[in-house]
């Protein structure tokens, strides 16, 4: 399993643009103006994309995985699992608030619930940048990376847009699920190698 170069190269892109939006914003600023811009079909959207990174693309990159090479899947699986657990580990020892105004709550969207607690980092961002990754080192193709990587900003936009994270938890989630992914493609040769010895 190989990088698929134009998925780094835009994930870091929209990271760059991130930080510096986070150094040159005021700490609420980004998540303020993603929720303020809603609509109603926005709301209906943004709902339901946000929780494809819950099982669809769980089940959809494992399960490509799997029909293609079924011990790449079964590392993948226990990244994945890895990948949760690490983030509900930082989310409780960081206890950090969700998003909240001075002058009251931000705008929830219509089904959506607003958490309080465990802000720190975007588990969401984190599976999203983690599963749309692995989808794009199984295509290679320059413009479907470029097209995943999107995909998995677009999680993270979703989070401020509903109100669930601040962006500094956005960037924590997409710099957690690109580390792992990395150390999942550099890793399983050497786990290959030393089973398949």
Not at 88 to 99: D, G, Q
Not at 104 to 126: D, M, N
Request: proline share 3%.
């Amino acid at each position: 399993m190989r990088f698929n170069r134009t998925f780094w190269i835009t994930s870091i892109f929209i990271f760059g643009v991130g930080i510096f939006c986070q150094f040159f914003t005021a700490k609420v600023e980004a998540t303020v103006w993603a929720n303020a811009h809603n609509g109603h079909y926005l709301d209906i959207f943004f709902h339901f994309y946000t929780q494809v990174v819950e099982w669809p693309l769980l089940f959809i990159s494992l399960g490509i995985l799997l029909y293609r090479d079924w011990f790449s899947g079964l590392i993948a699986g226990i990244f994945f699992a890895f990948e949760g657990i690490l983030v509900n580990v930082l989310k409780r020892f960081f206890n950090a608030p969700r998003p909240i105004l001075e002058n009251g709550t931000l705008f929830a969207a219509a089904g959506e619930v607003v958490h309080r607690h465990f802000s720190f980092p975007s588990g969401h961002t984190s599976a999203a940048f983690f599963g749309f990754g692995l989808l794009s080192c199984i295509t290679q193709n320059r413009f479907v990376g470029i097209l995943y990587a999107v995909l998995a900003a677009l999680i993270g936009y979703s989070r401020m847009y509903l109100g669930q994270h601040y962006l500094k938890d956005v960037l924590a989630g997409e710099s957690l699920g690109l580390l792992l992914l990395f150390t999942f493609v550099k890793l399983l040769p050497k786990i290959q190698n030393k089973f398949y010895k």
